[in-house]
């Protein structure tokens, strides 16, 4: 019995070369696009099915739940969704500058809405798609590999004849890389592919005289055109785009800011956020000079419109809305695709040589593959019009023979043993025959018609086309200057059909700059009830109802309009509110709760104290937890500008329960569940940090904890309620902190 073979090996080696693996196979077959064809393996896939279904620009739609299935079975064994988000996207006109499919039904929208199931969608190919993408497949200028399970052949990548990786751009993560590559104007991108071929050593800067820069299907403005070129020649950089906005005449003088483009980025659900991002600086007074704003987009395009008052700042709004709306956006470049089989991150100038490359590649597999068919064609009539010249003597020889091979082997090789000749000169004629296998074979195949007169005329000009045609081919194939110009030629036709104007505008701008209109500072007063309902009155509001604010609100604060509201809670943490965030008006109105207007959750912490923050930041702060925990603290500590910050450091288990201003509090009384009362002097509680935990104040049984926390003044006469018992604090005796405590009797 044989030994069973056992190879050891490293299991972090067998890791790092399985990872590797995995990793160039996100990267080549599924995240990353091809620089030749711009396509990523699930479009060209989807492309390619297409056109083995005849789904033609020039057919009838074909539901796309049909082209998903049978994709997915012959090329792409990766799921049904990825295989439709991918058709879906190469159908919408908003987010390719050159769509490749033709939908019909829902295909989704700008705005974010996503398509209808594959089931109710239709879809063919784009006459672009079918002319420049798929045109020459036929003519062995790409190479066929094998599927999946090598039952069927796909191309290795698709003959495009314009740099799609340029017109359409790129998005996708692949392991540990990512590729963003911006759209193009494709009547620009071809014009710097002529000029590249005209010329191999321009630079990126002369390209730049061809290609502006971007051009996003969503229209928008460039405002940074001098990084340009620094992000063409590296491949990577920040492209800041801004939304295009006009002003209207309204009714009464007063103007309306209308939003026709937007940037790239703002594309689907940010278009909501934005407009909500606008009514969030209206509610919050940031600015006071929008009245209303209304969403009029529709299939013709982006209509946002801005309602203004009578002599507002036009100017400094539509700097507010760069400044604070994402109408005013960064698009990252990293211009990363697959070339030679590995990925690589290039530069303008290296894509379009690439795209020469491939086009010179494209260009010679096709007119070698058109010489190959024109030679054959040469060679049968060839083979014709000799036999035309000698047909008497090809009649005797079928007549006199006994079979078609032995016709053949006459005609090529001049073999007459067999055959019946009228005359020996016949069979001397027969035997100085040399046609080729071809031409025999054409010979045996001919029509009698093709005698006539008049047809082998038309097979005389035939020949003479076909003669030119090889001319051709040969000096497109020999000749660099002629090949260039088939392809330019190719290019222009290209774009006299298919090239549109620039959408996206490319210049340089100034840094928006927003002068927010100062607040006029005044004293209000803040009212916040047990529920957690907050809100700000007027002073002489709350003068006139204090009896009323009083008996329904839980805290009640003085405070100024540009102060902050400090709210600490029993998890120990402290959340901010500006006073400007609160609602103000009329005493009666509810106000809102501050689960809505800061990161508290009532479901998860209770308050515990609140103050304002101009206050708490000079005073020194004394806080008590429930496991008997004391520290004092410097409230400036807790002048912060986040909104939500650990106010102190507790210990596992343990709850905040008391934050107080200390002030001209002498002592601290503690008082426990099972009725323990401790007072000592608030001198013994050492000054903390707030990310230090703090002192024991009160040693406490295992199953007490404090319930309630006491501070006296001197002179104070203060009474505590223990189990419906006057405990008075006063009259207790002054202990030492870190003691029992003195147990009241009930």
């Known amino acids: ?50 056109y083995e279904l005849g789904i033609r620009y020039d057919r009838p739609y074909r539901k796309c739940a049909r082209i998903v299935g049978d994709t997915m079975g012959k090329y792409h064994p990766h799921g049904d969704s990825s295989i439709y988000e991918a058709l879906v996207v190469m159908a919408q006109e908003f987010k390719k500058g050159l769509p490749l499919v033709d939908g019909h039904g829902n295909f989704g929208s700008i705005e974010g809405d996503g398509a209808a199931a594959m089931r109710y969608t239709e879809a063919r190919l784009q006459k672009i798609t079918q002319e420049i993408f798929l045109g020459d497949l036929d003519k062995d200028v790409v190479d066929f590999v094998p599927n999946f399970d090598e039952t069927e052949k796909e191309p290795s990548v698709l003959p495009v004849r314009v740099p799609n990786i340029l017109v359409n751009g790129s998005d996708g993560i692949a392991v540990g890389m990512v590729t963003s590559i911006p759209p193009h104007n494709l009547g620009e991108v071809i014009d710097a592919v002529k000029a590249v071929i005209r010329n191999n050593q321009i630079t990126n800067r002369e390209l730049m005289e061809y290609i502006k820069g971007p051009d996003f299907p969503t229209g928008g403005i460039v405002v940074n055109k001098d990084d340009l070129l620094s992000i063409y020649e590296t491949g990577t950089g920040k492209i800041r785009l801004r939304g295009r906005v006009e002003v209207e005449k309204g009714k009464g003088g007063k103007d309306r800011l209308v939003i026709t483009e937007i940037p790239y980025t703002m594309m689907g659900a940010n278009i909501g956020k934005f407009l909500n991002d606008v009514a969030n600086l209206v509610e919050n007074k940031v600015t006071t000079d929008i009245v209303d704003i209304s969403n009029q987009s529709s299939k013709e395009g982006i209509r946002i419109v801005l309602e203004l008052r009578k002599n507002a700042d036009v100017d400094n709004l539509i700097n507010m809305l760069y400044k604070k709306t994402r109408l005013e956006d960064t698009f990252g470049v990293n211009m990363l695709a697959v070339a030679g089989g590995k990925p690589e991150t290039l530069s303008l100038k290296s894509i379009i040589d690439y795209h020469v490359d491939f086009q010179f590649e494209l260009a010679t597999r096709k007119y070698r593959t058109l010489l190959n068919k024109e030679l054959a064609k040469k060679e049968i009539q060839e083979g014709l019009i000799k036999a035309c010249d000698c047909i008497d003597l090809i009649i005797e020889i079928l007549r006199g023979s006994k079979s078609q091979k032995q016709v053949k082997e006459c005609l090529v090789n001049g073999v007459t043993e067999g055959i019946r000749f009228k005359t020996k000169a016949s069979e001397k004629a027969a035997k100085t025959l040399r046609f080729t296998e071809n031409q025999a074979t054409a010979i045996l195949e001919m029509r009698l018609y093709k005698l006539i007169g008049l047809e082998i005329e038309a097979l005389m000009k035939e020949h003479e086309a076909t003669l030119a045609n090889i001319d051709r081919y040969q000096d497109i194939l020999n000749n660099y200057k002629s090949m260039a110009r088939v392809i330019i030629k190719e290019l222009d036709a290209v774009k006299k059909e298919y090239a549109v104007p620039r959408k996206t505008g490319v210049e340089n701008a100034a840094e928006a700059v927003f002068e927010e209109k100062k607040v006029e500072e005044m004293e209000v007063v803040f009212l916040m009830d047990r529920f957690g309902y907050a809100r700000t009155v007027d002073k002489s509001v709350y003068e006139r109802n204090r009896e009323a ?91 912060v500008a986040k909104r939500c910050i650990a106010a102190t450091k507790l210990n596992e288990d343990d709850t905040l329960i008391s934050v107080e201003l200390l002030g001209e509090y002498e002592q601290i009384v503690l008082q426990t569940h099972q009725g323990f009362f401790l007072r000592f002097p608030v001198g013994e509680i050492p000054m903390k940090k707030k990310n230090a935990v703090g002192v024991r104040g009160m040693k406490l049984a295992d199953d007490d904890f404090i319930e309630n926390v006491y501070y006296l003044t001197a002179g104070s006469d203060a009474v505590a309620l223990y189990k419906e018992k006057e405990v008075h604090l006063n009259r207790l005796r002054i202990g030492k902190r870190d003691t029992k405590g003195v147990k009241t009797r009930v």
């Open 1 to 50: 019995m044989e030994k069973e073979q056992i190879i050891r090996t490293e299991y972090s080696d067998i890791m790092q070369k399985s990872y590797i693996d995995y990793a160039m196979s996100v990267i080549v077959a599924r995240a990353l696009p091809d620089v030749r064809d711009g396509l990523k393996p699930v479009q060209r896939r989807t492309l390619y099915d297409m």
């Open 549 to 639: 604010a009083d008996a329904e609100s839980k805290y009640v604060l003085s405070v100024m309009n540009t102060d902050k509201i400090s709210i600490l809670t029993d998890s120990g943490r402290q959340h901010l509110i500006k006073v400007l965030d609160l609602p103000y008006g009329k005493f009666r109105d509810k106000g809102k709760p501050i689960d809505n207007l800061c990161n508290y959750d009532s479901s998860s912490e209770q308050v515990v104290a609140v103050e304002s923050l101009q206050k708490l930041k000079y005073a020194v702060l004394l806080l008590a937890t429930k496991k008997g925990m004391l520290k004092q603290m410097e409230g400036i500590e807790l002048d």
